[in-house]
């Protein structure tokens, strides 16, 4: 299965796996899956680190690699399913991290409930 890690999951898988709910880490550790990272995770936290909400003393492409995840780019194609989703959830980034799983038909490993207002695969 491929799974796309929403952005706290990633930084919690580096620093604090144990935030990560058993069934979901369990597939995140599956050999038989693919743990995909998006270029919109990556966005998020370089934003987040310029305003100053959060430190980055790390790599995040180096850290992707690391963890064995796939780096996953964001597409044209991905972004155009944004005018039809419904404005359940308000953050951009979320919102373009269920486009792309739509568009892809990858599953999402996220603990935010918003997902589920979607019609996307959870973990």
Request: net charge negative.
């Amino acid at each position: 299965m491929n799974i796309l890690v929403d952005t706290h999951i990633f930084l919690w898988s580096l620093s604090e796996p144990q935030r990560i709910p058993a069934d979901q880490f369990q597939q995140l550790s599956s050999l038989a899956n693919t743990v995909h990272v998006s270029a919109v995770s990556i966005s998020e936290i370089m934003i987040k680190a310029s305003v100053g909400k959060l430190g980055v003393g790390f790599d995040p492409l180096d850290m992707i690699d690391r963890c064995g995840f796939t780096r996953l780019e964001y597409s044209c194609e991905d972004a155009v399913l944004l005018s039809q989703l419904p404005f359940h959830h308000r953050d951009p980034f979320d919102r373009m991290l269920v486009a792309q799983s739509l568009n892809r038909g990858f599953a999402i490993a996220t603990v935010d409930p918003k997902f589920r207002m979607y019609d996307c695969k959870l973990v």
